[in-house]
């Protein structure tokens, strides 16, 4: 018996970011189940490189291969497939940067490296701050953050991201009003290793989705209004399964040591245009040097108070910024605090103030 058809739609990372260069098409699948599809089961397909500026040569075909699999929050009999980029020899695209983490997360199992990301964005339309007077600003910052009433701007479009993102089965695990207004966070995980990439690459691809529908767009620019307002960041909180364990605190403090050895290099991994952002104002620490403590804001790694206390618990990170490529800055805080061979600086597009960034650091003397 010939199985009922289904959608597929295919998404993948088409090089430009990670937020919204993320393109998809739709198959109707009709050689198996909807029940009984899994990732393997299901085929490689292929879109023109060319019309997203991918291709190399005169071969301008692009492979998507099937890598995760998810409820779709849209569609009825459907499902969202995540895929990477290859070109046709089989080689990885050269911005799948998917590929280059898993390698690294797939090298060190046993450390189970688990990460929760808090994703803050601005919600804009045409071009500003929703809602935001048409001349001038609102008022200044203060009653916005985790706020309820007319102050707040925004909240049905993040609460309907929310949903739509526990009907994926996304680890979603909250979101909230930030401090500026029309400015939100949702956070991802606890995830482990590459899932958690996935799951805020998949985040980000269904408030594509919502955005589109609404005629809205998701900023995730890391300082998209200047001046006296908070940019936006994407704080990452890490362990091992050391640090989780009892007198894990250890493992946390060693791997903060290492975190200062390589912090010049580990920033250039968080998001392009994070000098704007990370100022020592506006809750951020300044990226020319490194910082940590306890129960702080203002540095670039807090231990929280309960973790101190508890002697066992993870740390955060946070300096990257709300543009970050969730593969890259996620297995290079990785293997940075833990003292293994990351990904290379030479996978990024330099950024014309790491200079000015070095410089003050030995100026500081780091």
């Not at 699948?29 to 029940?35: D, K, M, P, R, V």
């Not at 450390?111 to 808090?118: A, H, I, K, T, W």
């Not at 930030?178 to 966070?185: L, N």
Request: proline share 5%; glycine share 10%.
């Amino acid at each position: 018996m010939q199985p009922e058809s289904w959608i597929a739609e295919y998404v993948w990372l088409s090089g430009k970011n990670t937020y919204n260069d993320v393109r998809s098409k739709y198959k109707t699948i009709t050689n198996i189940s909807i029940e009984q599809a899994t990732v393997d089961k299901l085929p490689e397909w292929n879109f023109d490189g060319s019309s997203t500026g991918q291709h190399r040569g005169d071969n301008t075909e692009i492979v998507i291969r099937p890598a995760a699999m998810y409820n779709h929050p849209f569609l009825q009999s459907a499902k969202v497939v995540l895929c990477e980029c290859f070109y046709p020899d089989g080689t990885p695209e050269k911005n799948n940067t998917r590929i280059v983490a898993k390698k690294i997360f797939d090298a060190h199992t046993a450390d189970e490296p688990m990460f929760g990301l808090e994703q803050e964005y601005f919600i804009y339309k045409g071009g500003a701050p929703f809602m935001w007077p048409e001349n001038g600003f609102p008022a200044p910052q203060a009653d916005y953050y985790c706020g309820n009433g007319s102050q707040v701007t925004g909240r049905e479009i993040a609460l309907e991201h929310y949903q739509a993102c526990l009907r994926m089965e996304l680890k979603i695990s909250g979101m909230n009003a930030e401090v500026a207004p029309s400015q939100w966070e949702f956070q991802v995980g606890p995830c482990v290793g590459i899932e958690e990439g996935d799951h805020l690459v998949m985040a980000r691809w269904c408030y594509q989705k919502i955005a589109e529908k609404y005629g809205l767009e998701i900023n995730y620019e890391p300082k998209p209004i200047k001046g006296d307002w908070n940019g936006s960041g994407c704080h990452m909180n890490f362990s091992t399964k050391a640090m989780r364990e009892k007198g894990g605190i250890k493992a946390i403090n060693d791997a903060v040591k290492n975190l200062e050895k390589t912090f010049l290099d580990d920033v250039k991994f968080y998001g392009g245009d994070n000098n704007q952002r990370m100022t020592g104002a506006h809750e951020t620490s300044k990226l020319s040097e490194f910082t940590s403590g306890i129960g702080t804001r203002h540095t670039s790694v807090r231990i929280g108070n309960d973790i101190a206390a508890a002697g066992q618990g993870y740390f955060e990170d946070r300096r990257p910024a709300s543009n970050i490529d969730p593969y890259l800055a996620t297995a290079r805080l990785y293997s940075s605090s833990m003292g293994y061979p990351g990904p290379a600086v030479d996978c990024l597009e330099p950024q014309a103030w790491w200079a000015e960034l070095e410089a003050e650091a030995k100026k500081n003397g780091q």
